[in-house]
């Protein structure tokens, strides 16, 4: 007899479960960085495979952060000492302690993609344990999960609206609320932006990744799928902009110390090398006094001109930081100037765990939905025997990116394993339920499971304006790819004490091609398959005949 299908226990949990899924790390940190910057079944779990496989290394960093927390001074406060204890270490001197900290102390990254180094045991404790945590949280199915997903969509704006009463009450605050709110309308001729808007949108909403359809599944028939679509997008977009005016605050205060701080070292190199008196300099005059002393010092000014800095507030607001630069540098940065930092640390750092592994729940559903309903895998193993070895593989595959050049996979893996395919995957979607399936049936389907049918405007966006909008951004995305060139990457130069451009090698471009096709070419050759399979059972039956 067939086992009846797990449902949540009510509509709530299928809302709280998508919102979690969708409201993640990229709402934290992918859009803040882009308004810095601009102002197919199978192939979708290919897509989601790929995804978990990196994803929660995320987790893995979080974790380590976390720990460190509790740490009074916090480590990556100050630059540690030299091995002779006679001064910090030459590295961190030529950097920030933050950076320091990330590059060395947690990648310990090695100089560049080739010198791929060997496993670090501590990253790969930390990403062992976050790929626990999420088996414990999908071992029962949609009986664990439900229960968890309360907790990984409502806790992190608990800790936002926290970061947001503190972050508005910092001193500078208002001068990332104003950059954030300045448009750079230049930018809207730059196709670029429309293309990481998309992408933003894509991956933010979870579309094309299969995740949202795995847990629609697990609904009753009658689900008002409209209402929960719309109540979905309204809450991620919103908490977008709710996550980037926090962050703006955040890197307000921290670009406002950055200045001051920089002020304050001319002022005082200034000062002592021309023996000035205390107080004539101010940040005020510090233009004028400046121009003066060129004029009336030239050679001594000529000798001293390398290091005076040219302090910009305009210029650190400008510094474009995304991803894990901005999750683990940036906000690092700034929670270590804070009072009682540990504080603010654990509750940062525990808010990116429970919207990394909220995220890693519906992408681990939409590669464990289609191997449980198999009939051939479900009748020969146990759900929670799948799980875990989709967890297991995924977490020695995982393993790659806690090497010393894991980060650099990691980037390979984060800007192409699920871009490209994303946007081919949801056109394909498209045009197939409303040219080969029908949207009048579909739209029938509709108002069986609502009790109505869908306005105009819906069928209007689904039938010509969304295919139109997905297949300009391919032709933008791929004319972008060709005017580029040569694939480049961002190394650590451990002797700069910054990061460098290469290029990659190529191997790595091959790894960039594969990880593109193996997506993207399970839509032609799963349509190939399915035609091949009616081709010969229709040959069969006339034969029967």
Known sequence: ???????????????????????????????????????????????????????????????????????????????????????????????????????????????????????????????????????????????????????????????????LIRGLTLHGAVNGLIYMFTPKLEQLLNPKTWISAATQIFFSLGLGFGSLIAFASYNEPSNNCQRHAIIVSLINSTTSIFASIVT????????????????????????????????????????????????????????????????????????????????FIVYSEAIKNMEVPQLYSVLYFFMLLMLGIGSMLGNTAAILTPLTDSRVIASRFPKEVISGVVCFVNCIIGLIFTMEAGNYWFDIFNDYAATLSLLLIVLVETIAVCYIYGIRRFEKDLYTMTGRKPNWYWKIMWAFVSPLLIISLFIFYVTDYILTGTLQYQAWDATQGQLVTKDYPGYALAVIGLLVAASTMCIPLGALVTFIRKRLKRERISTVA
């Open 1 to 163: 007899m067939e086992k009846s299908r797990p449902l949540w226990d009510n509509p709530l949990q299928f809302v709280f479960a998508c919102i979690s899924y969708a409201v993640g790390l990229g709402n934290v940190w992918r859009f803040p960085y882009l308004c810095q910057m601009y102002g197919g079944g199978v192939a979708s779990v290919v897509v989601s495979f790929f995804l978990s496989m990196y994803y929660n290394v995320i987790n893995a960093w979080a974790f380590w952060y976390l720990f460190h927390s509790f740490q009074n001074p916090l480590p990556w406060a100050t630059c540690p000492l030299n091995s002779n204890r006679t001064g910090y270490e030459e590295e961190c001197e030529k950097t920030s302690s933050t950076q320091y900290f990330w590059y060395r102390q947690t990648l310990n990254i090695s100089p560049s993609l080739e010198a791929s180094g060997s496993v670090q045991w501590e990253q790969a404790l930390c990403l062992t344990l976050a790929w626990l945590v999420v088996y414990l949280c999908i071992l029962r199915g949609t009986a664990s999960t439900g229960k968890v997903v309360y907790v990984t969509a409502s806790l992190p704006y608990c800790v936002l609206i926290i970061y």
């Open 248 to 327: 703006f605050s955040i890197y307000g205060f921290k670009a406002t110390f950055n200045y001051e701080s920089c002020i304050s070292k001319v002022i005082l190199l200034l000062l002592n090398a021309f023996d000035l008196e205390e107080g004539s300099l101010t940040a005020d005059n510090l233009n004028e006094m400046k121009d003066y002393l060129m004029a009336t010092y030239p050679q001594a000014y000529a000798q001293l001109a390398p290091q005076i800095k040219n302090c910009s507030l305009e210029a650190e607001l400008d510094t474009a930081v995304q991803g894990t630069g901005l999750a």
